[in-house]
């Protein structure tokens, strides 16, 4: 499937992902509106530091340990598309994906809101928005490379 | 193929989707003893204190059984297991023969012998019945306010319990034979920040002492203390842990110890027999020795593991240890593996540790031969699983072990190389 990769070379670490991250996620798809008056955990986490930056999403792992140890049924791996995505509804916080995730990809909402957080490839608009909008290439959308390739 | 799974909730729904990864036509029948669509155990507290209700219960879709075609039988109790001729039996006398079988029959909550725990207002909480039951009573008009509630066992059930009657305006105080809350899974420090945060929430607590008798005529109104101590008491609830629920293979030839044995591939020692969940007994990956860890994830994964393997496939499931995520009035936790090491083993293993009084935080990481076997997080539980992923790996940490508290701990403190294997995938 298609995924989000990161090339670290070429991270420039400006977080513009984040920032897009929000805007894709938003009801007005507004980069202003969307940071001011919408309250929006961004789904991408950067990791940063002296010498080194690049953004980290939910990898959709094939048989994903998170989907396997959520209590609720609320995080599901769409057998069509591959996306692992939840139900918010469904979901009640209690952060047993957060403990499962070898990534760390799996944030709690920073809005006080007892959810999860976590990259959906931007299933509604169907292009990640980190990866559109990277300035740098520094992170692609595309074919995940087969073992040995 | 005729597939028979006993239990419904995680360990049996595993099994069913075990099974359906590899095999989409044979048939399946799923007994339970319980009514219920499936659902999630660990939300009966939040289903007590009116948290969620009984659809946002619900582990799996509506269509869950038709889409799996599978056959219920719902609130319908076994009656004996005849392995010999590859058959159980039903209490409603109906039989079903099966080719491959699933043992996810959970656990029994555990009642020691404690005079006055058969009365009438003395409750176990482990499933969806036993909060309707406390519902219906606590939910009585004008009388939540003025009720008192004693709970004994300050493990995870007592305490999310005590957490949902407080919630509903009871008062609760908990009995805990240990000098600490949640001793299983927390060290000293861990239980007295979390002690601390459910006392400013009006939980009180009796440690190391025990209920040596729920006093009264068909109700207990007094729960007396070793101590010597009395409290009220409007309702008990005896929350001093789970044990395999054995009842169906007592009289078989079953190789049992405290859970039924299995090994990584679920087999039982039966042929044809898997056994999965709570009831179950396996390898602890961390401690290298043979125990029942009754937690969610293992359940589920040894099921699906079970299930595939009762379709014909050759999968192991290897990565069974202690591990909870779980939170009260707001303050999450995390923890996993060993937290306490034995006092005569402590130099084997290296802490390293961190708190921040101001904010309830607190971080605990052991490492055994450079490798994290346990860690507890209070709190900032952000990105725990990255640590869970490396007990589970058990990746040798020698050269990063410096960084593990930092705040940004993370992929980037790991070498290049490994980053990128990691994250390419």
């Known amino acids: ?149 | 193929m005729d597939y028979l799974i006993i239990g419904n909730s995680a360990a049996g729904i595993g099994g069913v989707e075990g099974i359906r990864k590899n095999d989409p036509e044979g048939k399946i029948t799923v007994v339970s003893d319980e009514p219920y669509h499936c659902y999630s155990r660990p939300l009966i507290s939040y289903f007590l204190s009116g948290k969620v209700d009984y659809e946002k219960m619900k582990y799996r879709a509506d269509d869950f059984y038709q889409k799996n075609n599978i056959e219920t039988r719902l609130g319908t109790r076994v009656r004996t297991l005849k392995p010999s001729g590859k058959k159980v039996v039903l209490e409603t006398g109906e039989v079903i023969k099966y080719d491959k079988l699933l043992l996810a029959t959970g656990g029994l909550p555990f009642v020691p012998p404690v005079k006055g725990s058969d009365k009438e207002n003395i409750y176990t909480f482990i499933k969806l019945d036993d909060a309707y039951r406390l519902k219906d009573i606590v939910e009585t008009p004008g009388k939540s306010g003025s009720q008192s509630a004693v709970i004994l066992g300050a493990g995870l059930i007592g305490l999310k319990v005590a957490e949902a009657l407080a919630k509903l305006g009871l008062k609760v105080t908990v009995v805990e034979l240990a000098d600490r809350v949640l001793s299983t899974i927390l060290d000293q420090e861990a239980a007295a920040i979390i002690q601390k945060h459910l006392e400013d929430k009006g939980i009180r607590f009796n440690l190391a002492d025990t209920i040596e008798e729920f006093a009264g005529n068909k109700k207990a109104n007094t729960a007396r203390l070793k101590s010597g101590f009395t409290l009220d008491c409007d309702l008990g609830i005896v929350a001093v842990g789970v044990r395999p629920n054995l009842e169906l293979v007592k009289d078989t030839p079953l190789e049992v110890n405290r859970g039924i044995l299995i090994n990584n591939q679920m087999e039982t020692s039966i042929e044809d027999i898997y056994a999965s969940g709570d009831v179950c007994e396996g390898q602890d990956m961390l401690r290298g020795t043979s125990g029942v860890i009754p937690i969610w994830p293992n359940a589920y994964n040894q099921g699906l593991t079970a299930g595939q393997n009762m379709a014909g496939a050759d999968q192991s499931y290897d990565e069974c240890f202690a591990r909870n995520s779980i939170g009260f009035f707001g303050l999450p936790m995390i923890t996993a593996g060993i937290i306490n090491p034995l006092e005569e083993e402590i130099d084997q293993y290296e802490i390293y540790r961190q708190d921040s009084p101001g904010d309830n935080s607190y971080k605990k990481i052991i490492i055994k031969d450079d490798r994290i076997v346990g860690f507890i997080c209070i709190n900032n539980v952000d990105r725990a699983g990255i640590l869970t992923g490396l007990i589970k790996e058990q990746k040798n940490i020698a050269d990063i072990k410096d960084k593990i508290l930092n705040a940004d701990f993370g992929y980037l403190s790991f070498s290049e190389e490994w980053r990128r294997e990691k994250l390419t995938k």
């Open chain 1, 1 to 149: 499937m298609k995924k989000v990769f990161a090339r670290e070379e070429y991270c420039l670490g400006c977080k513009l992902c984040e920032v897009y991250c929000v805007t894709s996620h938003s009801r007005s798809k507004d980069v202003v509106k969307a940071h001011k008056s919408e309250e929006i955990t961004p789904a991408v986490i950067i990791e940063s530091g002296e010498n080194l930056s690049f953004a980290l999403q939910c990898r959709h792992c094939d048989d994903a340990p998170c989907v396997r140890a959520c209590i609720t049924g609320a995080m599901q791996k769409d057998p069509e598309t591959g996306i692992v995505k939840y139900d918010e509804n469904k979901c009640v916080g209690c952060w047993t994906c957060i403990m499962t995730c070898p990534y760390g990809a799996v944030k709690r909402d920073e809005y006080n809101r007892n959810i999860i957080s976590k990259c959906d490839l931007c299933s509604e608009t169907g292009e990640p928005a980190c990866a559109a909008n990277c300035p740098n290439n520094a992170l692609v959308y595309k074919e995940q490379e087969e073992e040995g390739e």
